[in-house]
């Protein structure tokens, strides 16, 4: 805390060797935690509210029921597809799947080695060779001849083995003559080996009942399924199966090529017989296999699709309602099915939420600003919601105008929409830093409107940037037009660009895209051009044109200000000029400083007479009233322009410099009459209260304000100056920002020791300008008596209180030394 007194006590018109020069003064904004707690709730509200908002308009079917319809029904109105996707050709599919089905080759088992009949051949042989074994040798005699048995001996054939039994076995109805033959012989193994012979060649070519059955499935084959090896081979050729008639043939031409000497021509029949016999189908069709085999053959069909873009006209108004228009329906309500919105919108609330949190943790104030205030936030919002539904709408729109013109296209029209305003408006109304990241998001939520590509995300951004620097130092409402030439010519760059990229480069999209977007940079100037004075009176912002407006001195305010309070209206001008020097060497707005200096004493027009500069008769009207009335007077006249102000519409931060000019300040002479009074006075119990002689405040919050508040003081103490020599004016200046500073006005506003010694520095050569040409007087100039306050409390001022004799004196000696001047 000693520190910072000696600081100030030693700042002398420069900055202190203690002291960096751009050292900051201490100026912890004082906003209490109720108006923090209530900006950030605000912020947080407006958050959630518009996070939600932007995700159901984002998916628009939760809000309405749709309309089911049936095969043959009238359409109400056009339907179009809300998003792109996906749709099954039932059709089609259904097509390919049978076409599978009847191209998926038939299964057949196969049995290349016949084992099922040669098997039954052997086993028949096998089992009456051994009843002839086991018959007595009498019995087998009188049955024939004997058969060789392994062991050299013969044996009859057993009475029980019967031709029923043998053609048991074999599975075939046996001729009698066949089976005596064999008995008698004794079921010999030539005959077996000579049907094994027959038959073995003929099964491994495969045998089929009928080769009627082939045909059909020869384009595609057959797939013979191997049982012994389960190995599966695909047959497209006729020639390697036989049917049953050519087998037998083949049998009849091997036999009869077959020599067999040692066999009697009755057994070697015999073996012709029984080989006919036993022939058999090898090639059998196994129909569960084919049914499995089909049924996968379905299943391995891919469905057949085609997309629906966003966008598309799903049918039209007064269309019958086709099972093509159902299929499409079906997937577009599926889509708007409320359980699928509910699960989509929290989602993407909450990505826009945390977008939405991103851009006021970016663009929020810096330690070195005044803090927003709800009405920033309240306005960014809304902005951002208008043109949200401005890019839905358009959207919609141009869709629908696209189908009524073949010359353009959707993506044509959407170039021509003037998103760029939003972050123009933000520009011009709370500067470029807030617009860049406006810009950001505006673009982001415009890209997601128009199906989340980017490259409507950069010819938005883009545009919107453009726009916000064209509004950085707007002083002319031209600007609102050359902004939106400059954002139409970069539109028309970017949409040659995007066009090309969608491979249109040589038609004759490119050059209505250009047009429509240089048409979206004009549409952008004009909007901004009628939104700006709506804007100024709804949320009481101040641009630098009405500034600009304000500024002229045919105002009727200062009109009635100069008819008024002249004096004030003098004192009013040139602080103009002092503050307009200094801002532009401190960095502050010149504009704003000119222009709150104009007005900053408005309030003196209720009691222009109770203020020195007005007095024109010579009477003092505090000499009447005690020290604390003529406090609440002085006080009252900052109360008062704040009315004023803002019953005229001079803006906020006018109203601001208008309230914060005096800050907290003393009013030192009627300060010090009180206590002079109270002294004197037998009742001690009387105490004068400093805070009761302090202007209200608040204290300055920005350079313009500070610098109003150097400005008034050092003006009206310049008055006092007899001979005011360019010395004198230096001393003067560092003596009044040294009280100023000393008393802690400064401490909450932007201005750093190095401003305030620039400020001192354009104060002097202002000061001397206006003074340089003034002519001395001889006479001495006479003063309130206790010191060079003036009675109305202005410091260094001479008060209003001479006698009037004093004053006779003076106009007569005033008039003589006008005469010698030649002057009266």
């Known amino acids: 805390m000693s520190e910072k007194k000696a600081s100030k006590k030693t700042w002398a018109g420069k900055p202190a060797k203690k002291l960096e020069p751009d050292r900051r003064i201490p100026k912890k904004v004082d906003i209490s935690g109720a108006a923090k707690s209530n900006y950030e709730l605000t912020r947080w509200i407006l958050i959630i509210v518009m996070s939600l908002l932007f995700a159901v308009l984002l998916y628009p079917g939760l809000l309405s029921k749709p309309k089911q319809y049936k095969l043959g029904d009238i359409a109400e109105r056009d339907i179009k597809a809300t998003h792109e996707f996906l749709i099954e050709d039932t059709a089609l599919t259904e097509k390919n799947r049978l076409k599978a089905v009847r191209e998926a080759p038939p299964v057949y088992d196969f049995d290349p080695s016949g084992s099922n009949a040669l098997g039954r051949l052997r086993d028949a042989f096998e089992e009456g060779r051994r009843s002839l074994r086991s018959a007595p040798g009498e019995e087998a005699a009188s049955h024939g001849p004997s058969a060789t048995t392994e062991a050299g001996r013969t044996s009859p054939a057993l009475p029980s083995f019967s031709k029923e039994r043998f053609s048991e076995i074999l599975g075939l109805q046996v001729q009698e003559e066949v089976f005596e033959v064999l008995k008698k012989t004794g079921f010999p193994a030539e005959v077996e080996n000579l049907v094994i012979r027959l038959l073995s060649p003929i099964l491994h070519k495969g ?22 090896t389960d190995i599966e081979i695909t047959v497209t050729e006729t020639e390697r199966i036989l049917d049953l008639d050519q087998a037998k043939r083949l049998i009849v031409e091997e036999w009869k090529k077959t020599s067999q000497p040692v066999l009697p021509p009755d057994l070697k029949k015999v073996g012709l017989v029984l080989a006919l016999s036993l022939l058999e189908p090898n090639v059998t069709f196994n129909k569960r296999e084919t049914e499995l085999r089909k049924e996968a053959a379905r299943k391995a069909v891919k469905p057949v699709y085609f997309k629906v873009r966003k966008g598309e006209m799903i049918v039209r108004e007064g269309e019958p309602i086709r099972q093509e228009h159902l299929l499409k329906l079906a997937e577009e309500y599926r889509y708007l099915r409320k359980d699928k919105f509910l699960g989509h919108i929290p989602a993407m609330a909450i990505l826009i939420g945390f977008l939405l949190f991103s851009f006021y943790l970016v663009t929020g104030p810096t330690r070195s600003q005044v803090p927003s205030k709800k009405r920033d936030l309240i306005f960014q919002a809304l902005i951002l919601t208008i043109f949200f539904l401005l890019a839905i709408s358009a959207n919609f729109i141009a869709a629908e105008v696209a189908r009524g013109f073949p010359f353009l296209t959707p993506r044509a029209l959407i170039f021509a929409i003037p998103i760029a305003t939003g972050p123009m408006l933000v520009s011009l109304f709370q500067g470029m830093r807030v617009a860049a990241g406006f810009s950001v998001l505006l673009s982001v939520l415009t890209a997601l409107v ?18 916000a620097h064209g509004m950085k130092e707007c002083r002319e409402r031209g600007e609102f037009i050359k902004t939106g030439l400059k954002v139409g010519l970069a539109n028309m760059v970017l949409a040659l660009s995007i066009e090309t990229l969608h491979g249109f480069f040589y038609t004759v999209e490119p050059l209505v895209a250009c047009v429509t977007a240089f048409l979206g940079g004009i549409l952008v100037a004009v909007i901004t051009t009628g939104s700006v004075p709506l804007v100024e009176m709804a949320f009481g912002y101040t641009t630098d044109i009405k500034l600009l407006e304000l500024a002229s001195l045919d105002q009727p305010l200062l009109r009635e200000l100069m008819v008024q309070a002249p004096g004030t209206y003098h004192h009013s001008v040139i602080v103009s000029q002092m503050v307009e020097a200094s801002a532009k060497a401190v960095g502050a707005n010149p504009l704003l400083a000119k222009v709150a200096a104009y007005y900053h004493d408005i309030g003196k027009m209720k009691k222009p007479l109770y203020f020195i500069e007005n007095q024109v008769n010579g009477q003092n009207k505090h000499e009447k009233l005690a020290p604390s009335m003529s406090s609440l007077i002085l006080i009252s006249h900052v109360k008062d322009g704040v009315e004023l102000a803002k019953k005229y519409k001079l803006g906020q931060p006018i109203i601001d410099i208008i309230q914060q000019h005096h800050g907290t300040s003393l009013i030192t002479y009627f300060y010090e009459k009180a206590k002079e009074q109270a002294g004197q006075r037998s009742d001690k119990a009387v105490q004068v209260k400093e805070e009761d002689f302090r202007y209200p405040g608040p204290k300055p919050q920005t350079k313009e304000a500070g610098l109003v508040m150097l400005a008034d003081a050092v003006q009206a103490a310049s008055k006092t100056l007899v001979d005011p020599t360019p010395a004198r004016i230096q001393g003067l200046v560092q003596k009044i920002i040294n009280r100023i500073f000393s008393d802690g006005q400064l401490d909450e506003c932007e201005l750093t020791l190095k401003d305030l010694h620039l400020i001192a520095k354009s104060f002097n050569k202002t000061l001397s300008g206006i003074f340089h040409q003034r002519i001395e007087y001889p006479e001495p100039v006479i003063r309130a008596p206790g010191g060079k306050r003036a009675a109305n409390g202005n410091i260094d001022q001479p008060p209003a209180g001479d006698s009037r004799s004093q004053r006779t004196e003076d106009k007569k000696k005033n008039g003589e030394s006008l005469r010698r001047l030649g002057l009266s």
Do not use: C, D, T, W
Request: glycine share 12%.
């Open 207 to 228: 045998v089929v009942r009928n080769k009627r059955e082939l045909p059909s499935q020869m384009p595609r084959g057959i797939i013979l399924h191997n049982i012994l």
């Open 450 to 467: 128009l199906g989340g590509k980017v490259e409507f995300f950069v010819y938005f951004l883009v545009g919107g940037l453009i726009a």
